[in-house]
């Protein structure tokens, strides 16, 4: 909604009388802030007050500088190759730097700083200058940082110096450079100036956020990245963040907290303002601020609800920027754009990238994208060394800014030592559609020059820079081409990490999410030895659990925060459709392995058959281990507030342990039937398919496990090479079992469904299971579009019959 006409002339306008509709006038940035102080500040979105120059104040100063026409002719000199991108550049702002502002353009800006300092009580307050093209934060362009911004600049001469450099930046090479890839007319735009008070953010943090994942589109979610001192150097990408994550649509439920995903940057440095006069200087950060996480929950809570107030404002994803003022604590909104990347994609179609094969790992970082590149690396640490670059190599650097533009358009992949998933590098290399791993933090030295590597950015949040040129494939994919099913169809899920990029399948929920995957991939430690870390006997195991569990008063605080939100990542992206979680069913020798194992895990001659799923969880030398998954699963349910998770319990041998189970989760706070929680069990014993009724009446569902259940009928070590060949779930002795449990459960009144790997791997087996009726078939991911449409074939294309869709 636009502000109330004015006339053409007019100047410079406070942000209360400047809207949306105002972009020609004041440019995107501008008008965003206008808009968010007008219209959200009942939401609670505090914007620090300021104001802007309009198009036709930048309009007066190159008429009165008689710049136009030096103007066109040297835009023309560069279309016609006469000049380079350089050369240009340098003389058309010089034509603005040597210039001075008239009079009446003077009076205006000058006469709005003083009523700035009048609101704030303050003769001469130190403002944020920004510069808002008139062209820029669109939806269809993003234009990354193009112009400048000038931080801490006080007093009437500092201020006209930094508009007049502003004006300027409208002509940075790499802003003449977007607008012609874009098909911009240099002519055609104007650039706004956003005079804004200077949130002290270099006494606390500041960062950015936005309402999607940035990897993977997944839109309920609000990810915010947050490092100390003032913003520009997590946009910029010259350290790697914290990053937080919260479920945007539980965030209205009184009483819960869904933050999903915490984790703390290295932060190794801070821009802070200067001691004296204006300007701002970069400091290292104490070891504290190294370890302390920027934001405290109350703190991300509260952005995460003014990111979706902002959202649901436009009416689209956004990209926005926030400030923490270190003398009063407040926090600010300073920025809102729309978000121009995932909002390009389509909801149903998608690429599926493939490793198959391996190499050594170069480096590891954040996974920017889902696509894998290959190709000689070109190691150079600053743009003017651009000649060098080769085309189709893959960069490597420290990190990137704007300059870098036209390096990265060229690179098939990236890799940068610094920066989070909302730096520079990351916004760009997504918008270009390049994958890139970022904050590898030692990738430089790591990667030699002219080495072929191997991008990944397909394992999920982290990227692996791999040696040599790795052979790959490409899969695509289209959810809105997929037929509608009898059978429910979940997903088996894995790697909390991994979980957002599936959110387009249409699944009816997860099937299985194993837990022993998220305590080996996310904590790491063996839960006993965070209870008793005094039997931990490895000095080296000691000092890594150390600083896994640095910052954490109680270390087994450690284990429930990191278990409960890896278990809600889980949990999201099909929300409100069930997430069954399997309880841990590591075997000893599994258990051994993490950090301090050795310390409560006996050998035994064959795992597979010993210590391992129910008989763990009443055990004296696993109790206290339990409780602890018990504590994780309540705070994912009750605190974070996804109810839809179910527990299930692995390998229960007889009815007998079924109730030790149930009331040591009733000890710990997890009863079966109240607030809504379900319990299933793994039907992949023997006993469990002949006891089944017995063993109904204790659970509220079952989930055939095809592994284990072919191993022990067919008396097969899954395990072992020699008998792989006599391993199959499509032998009639286990085929029998399984009709013969989904018999017994539909009998007994209760659902089944199956969430081992027969499925994904064998269409007849899945035609087998549609046969006897099972009520869900859970799959892995990854074959979730070829399977699919066998088993509609086997329902004889049956549609709207009872049991539901395969969609939520």
Same mark, same amino acid.
């Given at each position: 909604?636009?502000?109330?006409? *004015?006339?053409?002339?007019?100047?410079?306008?406070?942000?209360?009388?400047?809207?949306?509709?105002?972009?020609?006038?004041?440019?995107?940035?501008?008008?965003?802030?206008?808009?968010?102080?007008?219209?959200?500040?009942?939401?609670?979105?505090?914007?620090?007050?300021?104001?802007?120059?309009?198009?036709?104040?930048?309009?007066?100063?190159?008429?009165?500088?008689?710049?136009?026409?030096?103007?066109?002719?040297?835009?023309?000199?560069?279309?016609?190759?006469?000049?380079?991108?350089?050369?240009?550049?340098?003389?058309? *702002?010089?034509?603005?730097?040597?210039?001075?502002?008239?009079?009446?353009?003077?009076?205006?800006?000058?006469?709005?700083?003083?009523?700035?300092?009048?609101?704030?009580?303050?003769?001469?307050?130190?403002?944020?200058?920004?510069?808002?093209?008139?062209?820029? /934060?669109?939806?269809?362009?993003?234009?990354?940082?193009?112009?400048?911004?000038?931080?801490?600049?006080?007093?009437?001469?500092?201020?006209?110096?930094?508009?007049?450099?502003?004006?300027?930046?409208?002509?940075?090479?790499?802003?003449?450079?977007?607008?012609?890839?874009?098909?911009?007319?240099?002519?055609?735009?104007?650039?706004?100036?956003?005079?804004?008070?200077?949130?002290?953010?270099?006494?606390?943090?500041?960062?950015?956020?936005?309402?999607? /994942?940035?990897?993977?589109?997944?839109?309920?979610?609000?990810?915010?990245?947050?490092?100390?001192?003032?913003?520009?150097?997590?946009?910029?990408?010259?350290?790697?963040?914290?990053?937080?994550?919260?479920?945007?649509?539980?965030?209205?439920?009184?009483?819960?907290?869904?933050?999903?995903?915490?984790?703390?940057?290295?932060?190794?440095?801070?821009?802070?303002?200067?001691?004296?006069?204006?300007?701002?200087?970069?400091?290292?950060?104490?070891? $504290?601020?190294?370890?302390?996480?920027?934001?405290?929950?109350?703190?991300?809570?509260?952005?995460?609800?003014?990111?979706?107030?902002?959202?649901?404002?436009?009416?689209?994803?956004?990209?926005?920027?926030?400030?923490?003022?270190?003398?009063?604590?407040?926090?600010?909104?300073? @920025?809102?754009?729309?978000?121009?990347?995932?909002?390009?994609?389509?909801?149903?179609?998608?690429?599926?990238?493939?490793?198959?094969?391996?190499?050594?790992?170069?480096?590891?970082?954040?996974?920017?994208?889902?696509?894998?590149?290959?190709?000689?690396?070109?190691?150079?640490?600053?743009?003017?060394?651009?000649?060098?670059?080769?085309?189709?190599?893959?960069?490597?650097?420290?990190?990137?800014?704007?300059?870098?533009?036209?390096?990265?358009? $060229?690179?098939?992949?990236?890799?940068? =030592?610094?920066?989070?998933?909302?730096?520079?590098?990351?916004?760009?290399?997504?918008?270009?559609?390049?994958?890139?791993?970022?904050?590898?933090?030692?990738?430089?030295?790591?990667?030699?020059?002219?080495?072929?590597?191997?991008?990944?950015?397909?394992?999920?949040?982290?990227?692996?820079?791999?040696?040599?040129?790795?052979?790959?494939?490409?899969?695509?994919?289209?959810?809105?081409?997929?037929?509608?099913?009898?059978?429910?169809?979940?997903?088996?899920?894995? /790697?909390?990490?991994?979980?957002?990029?599936?959110?387009?399948?249409?699944?009816?929920?997860?099937?299985?999410? $194993?837990?022993?995957?998220?305590?080996?991939?996310?904590?790491?430690?063996?839960?006993?030895?965070?209870?008793?870390?005094?039997?931990?006997?490895?000095?080296?195991?000691?000092?890594?659990?150390?600083?896994?569990?640095?910052?954490?008063? =109680?270390?087994?605080?450690?284990?429930?925060?990191?278990?409960?939100?890896?278990?809600?990542?889980?949990?999201?992206?099909?929300?409100?459709?069930?997430?069954?979680?399997?309880?841990?069913?590591?075997?000893?020798?599994?258990?051994?392995?993490?950090?301090?194992?050795?310390?409560?895990?006996?050998?035994?001659?064959?795992?597979?058959?010993?210590?391992?799923?129910?008989?763990?969880?009443?055990?004296?030398?696993?109790?206290?281990?339990?409780?602890?998954?018990? *504590?994780?699963?309540?705070?994912?349910?009750?605190?974070?507030?996804?109810?839809?998770?179910?527990?299930?319990?692995?390998?229960?041998?007889?009815?007998?342990?079924?109730?030790?189970?149930?009331?040591?989760?009733?000890?710990?706070?997890?009863?079966?039937?109240?607030?809504?929680?379900?319990?299933?069990?793994?039907?992949?014993?023997?006993?469990?398919?002949?006891?089944?009724?017995?063993?109904?009446?204790?659970?509220?569902?079952?989930?055939?496990?095809?592994?284990?259940?072919?191993?022990?009928?067919?008396?097969?070590?899954?395990?072992?090479?020699?008998?792989?060949?006599?391993?199959?779930? *499509?032998?009639?002795?286990?085929?029998?079992?399984?009709?013969?449990?989904?018999?017994?459960?539909?009998?007994?009144?209760?659902?089944?469904?199956?969430?081992? @790997?027969?499925?994904?791997?064998?269409?007849?087996?899945?035609?087998?299971?549609?046969?006897?009726?099972?009520?869900?078939?859970?799959?892995?991911?990854?074959?979730?579009?070829?399977?699919?449409?066998?088993?509609?074939?086997?329902?004889?294309?049956?549609?709207?019959?009872?049991?539901?869709?395969?969609?939520?």
């Amino acid at each position: 909604m636009s502000a109330p006409a *004015r006339p053409e002339t007019e100047l410079v306008l406070d942000f209360e009388d400047v809207g949306i509709g105002d972009v020609p006038r004041v440019g995107g940035k501008n008008a965003s802030l206008g808009e968010l102080t007008r219209h959200l500040l009942a939401a609670g979105v505090a914007v620090p007050e300021g104001f802007a120059t309009t198009s036709p104040a930048y309009r007066l100063y190159v008429e009165a500088n008689g710049i136009g026409g030096s103007l066109s002719t040297l835009l023309a000199a560069f279309r016609a190759g006469q000049a380079s991108l350089s050369q240009t550049g340098s003389a058309v *702002r010089e034509l603005f730097l040597s210039g001075s502002f008239p009079e009446r353009l003077t009076t205006a800006i000058t006469s709005s700083y003083r009523r700035l300092a009048e609101r704030l009580g303050q003769d001469a307050p130190a403002v944020a200058v920004r510069s808002s093209a008139t062209a820029e /934060d669109l939806p269809e362009a993003s234009f990354a940082g193009q112009q400048e911004t000038f931080l801490n600049v006080t007093g009437e001469r500092a201020l006209l110096d930094a508009c007049r450099r502003c004006f300027a930046s409208l002509f940075t090479d790499r802003a003449i450079s977007y607008r012609e890839l874009r098909g911009i007319d240099h002519l055609d735009v104007a650039l706004s100036i956003g005079v804004q008070r200077m949130v002290r953010s270099d006494l606390a943090g500041s960062g950015v956020m936005f309402t999607l /994942d940035t990897e993977s589109g997944f839109p309920r979610v609000v990810e915010i990245s947050a490092a100390w001192g003032l913003g520009e150097t997590v946009v910029q990408g010259s350290v790697n963040p914290d990053a937080y994550e919260v479920f945007s649509p539980l965030l209205a439920e009184p009483g819960l907290r869904p933050i999903i995903g915490k984790a703390a940057g290295a932060k190794e440095r801070k821009l802070v303002f200067a001691r004296s006069g204006s300007g701002t200087r970069l400091l290292q950060t104490s070891r $504290r601020e190294r370890e302390s996480f920027v934001l405290d929950d109350d703190e991300i809570l509260t952005l995460a609800r003014w990111a979706v107030a902002v959202q649901e404002h436009y009416g689209r994803p956004m990209d926005m920027e926030w400030a923490k003022d270190g003398l009063t604590g407040e926090l600010f909104m300073v @920025q809102a754009r729309p978000e121009t990347v995932q909002a390009r994609r389509s909801a149903s179609a998608f690429q599926i990238h493939h490793l198959t094969g391996m190499g050594p790992v170069l480096a590891r970082g954040a996974a920017i994208g889902d696509a894998i590149a290959s190709g000689e690396a070109c190691v150079i640490s600053d743009p003017s060394e651009i000649g060098s670059f080769r085309d189709g190599a893959v960069l490597v650097t420290t990190m990137t800014d704007p300059d870098w533009v036209p390096i990265m358009k $060229r690179a098939s992949g990236i890799v940068t =030592d610094h920066g989070g998933p909302t730096s520079h590098a990351a916004i760009v290399s997504r918008e270009l559609g390049v994958p890139a791993v970022v904050g590898t933090v030692h990738g430089t030295a790591a990667i030699t020059d002219g080495e072929p590597v191997t991008v990944s950015c397909a394992q999920g949040a982290e990227g692996l820079v791999l040696g040599g040129l790795i052979p790959f494939t490409v899969e695509e994919a289209d959810t809105g081409a997929l037929p509608e099913t009898r059978t429910r169809i979940m997903v088996n899920l894995a /790697d909390p990490s991994a979980a957002f990029r599936w959110w387009r399948l249409p699944a009816a929920g997860v099937g299985l999410a $194993r837990m022993e995957f998220i305590i080996s991939n996310l904590i790491r430690v063996h839960p006993m030895a965070l209870v008793h870390p005094e039997r931990v006997a490895d000095p080296a195991d000691r000092e890594a659990i150390a600083e896994l569990t640095r910052g954490y008063a =109680d270390p087994t605080e450690y284990f429930v925060d990191r278990l409960a939100t890896g278990i809600a990542k889980i949990a999201a992206p099909f929300h409100p459709g069930p997430a069954i979680v399997r309880l841990s069913d590591f075997k000893t020798n599994e258990y051994a392995n993490l950090l301090g194992g050795a310390a409560f895990e006996e050998a035994e001659e064959n795992p597979m058959l010993g210590f391992r799923g129910a008989s763990r969880y009443h055990d004296d030398r696993y109790r206290e281990g339990f409780a602890l998954e018990c *504590r994780a699963l309540k705070k994912a349910r009750e605190e974070l507030g996804f109810a839809n998770v179910v527990v299930m319990v692995p390998f229960c041998r007889t009815p007998a342990e079924a109730d030790a189970v149930l009331a040591a989760m009733a000890e710990h706070g997890l009863a079966r039937g109240e607030k809504g929680l379900k319990v299933y069990m793994m039907c992949e014993i023997p006993s469990n398919v002949v006891l089944a009724e017995q063993f109904a009446e204790r659970f509220d569902g079952f989930s055939i496990g095809s592994n284990d259940l072919t191993q022990l009928v067919l008396g097969v070590d899954r395990d072992s090479e020699r008998l792989a060949a006599l391993f199959d779930e *499509r032998e009639e002795a286990v085929t029998v079992m399984i009709a013969e449990a989904i018999r017994k459960a539909h009998a007994s009144g209760i659902p089944i469904g199956i969430c081992g @790997q027969g499925p994904s791997n064998h269409p007849d087996f899945a035609e087998f299971l549609v046969g006897e009726r099972i009520d869900s078939i859970s799959l892995n991911p990854d074959s979730f579009l070829r399977t699919v449409p066998i088993i509609a074939a086997a329902e004889g294309g049956a549609e709207g019959d009872e049991g539901g869709a395969h969609h939520p």
